[in-house]
């Protein structure tokens, strides 16, 4: 799990689909390229690049980013890496120390999506307030005002309620223990 | 706050390692022995798995938006003409 924390305090950071604008045009032509060259098609361009946009900005909102190359040297960097991982099914060890900072990306179970699909439309509003405090760069002050809360105090309430409402849904869905673990 | 919502605070601060060492290990000791504790651990992880998967799916979701922005946009016809000449050309040139 990724959170923001205190970055919001230090620094102000786009939102994802602005640095996704910012980003793209720069960056895709260098993706296409790799990939064509790589015997991949545009649709898999695209959807690696979007996993490498992905990862690259989740790092940059937990700070974890030590630029020594610019945006799009380390997102192409991020493709490769990432198409290797698809063609090959394994992970490259590396001696590039950058390798070893991108996750792997563990895919989410059938049980995971099933959940998923269900707190979209049933636990929606705390799924997306959750979302706002874990990954959205907003600390609880912002919060607290963006949502019209009375203070940080009664943000932070709101914030547990719904990690007890969501986790009472999930007990709902009747899923028993062991269903956790396939 | 009542103490159900403290015990959930306490369990991300579990989670996440932000309790003092000792609290920590203290912590892990008492959800060996209160399975109940212990399944309550279980499922505030997997709701953060959920939380993780459910802004991915987000992002993804804003990429998507931003390359059909692109793509389809009739002043980026000239980015759209490089991106289709690339897959045009023999990938061994």
């Given amino acids: 799990m990724r959170i923001a924390k205190d970055v919001a305090e230090r620094i102000e950071l786009p939102t994802a689909k602005d640095f996704f604008e910012a980003i793209y045009k720069k960056a895709f032509p260098k993706t296409a390229r790799y990939i064509h060259h790589s015997g991949g098609n545009l649709e898999e361009a695209k959807d690696i690049f979007h996993d490498a946009l992905i990862i690259y900005y989740e790092k940059l909102v937990a700070g974890k980013l030590r630029l020594e190359k610019s945006e799009d040297v380390y997102i192409l960097g991020i493709v490769r890496h990432l198409w290797l991982r698809k063609i090959e099914k394994l992970t490259y060890p590396s001696s590039d120390e950058s390798w070893d900072l991108i996750p792997v990306y563990k895919d989410p179970t059938i049980n995971e999506l099933t959940l998923l699909k269900f707190l979209e439309t049933a636990g929606k509003k705390c799924m997306q307030l959750l979302d706002g405090f874990y990954y959205k760069n907003r600390n609880l002050k912002n919060i607290s005002a963006e949502l019209g809360y009375v203070n940080e105090h009664s943000a932070a309430v709101q914030k547990y309620k719904c990690l007890e409402k969501i986790r009472k849904e999930i007990k709902q869905k009747s899923m028993t223990y062991e269903d956790f673990f396939k | ?93």
Avoid: C, W
């Fill in chain 2, 1 to 93: 706050m009542r103490t159900s919502l403290n015990e959930i605070s306490e369990i991300e601060k579990f989670l996440l390692h932000e309790l003092p060492p000792e609290k920590q290990v203290l912590f892990q000791a008492k959800a060996v022995l209160d399975k109940n504790l212990k399944m309550k651990i279980f499922l505030q992880k997997k709701i953060y798995r959920l939380l993780d998967l459910f802004h991915k799916k987000q992002l993804r979701k804003q990429a998507e938006e931003v390359h059909s922005a692109i793509m389809n946009n009739p002043g980026e016809s000239a980015f759209r003409a490089e991106i289709l000449a690339i897959f045009k050309q023999d990938p061994n040139d």
